[in-house]
């Protein structure tokens, strides 16, 4: 039978203290970083998001405005426009306007 090694106790020098000091500062720094590095990046991910929702609207409305450019030559077109945009009318026309607000 082998003999029972006794074991020397773990002495506790300051040194050793403050390594194990040094290590729970160091995965508590790391944590909290990590937990603020994935806030970023889902903020981040929001951002982009949005960010593409407004370009694909963009590509929407250039769409639109590619097609009434092309439908700049439609007289009607013109006149609607005229009428609704910038409030024209015919020399013969009387305009009457609600100041009732309602």
Known sequence: MRAKKSKAPVRHTPKNKLFRLAVIAFA???????????????????????????CEEQRIENKELELQLSKGDDMDYIERTARERLDFVYPYETVYINASGS
């Open 28 to 54: 508590i720094y790391s944590g909290v970083s990590l937990i603020q590095l994935q806030a970023d990046i889902t903020a981040r991910r929001a951002e982009l998001s949005d960010i593409q929702r407004k």
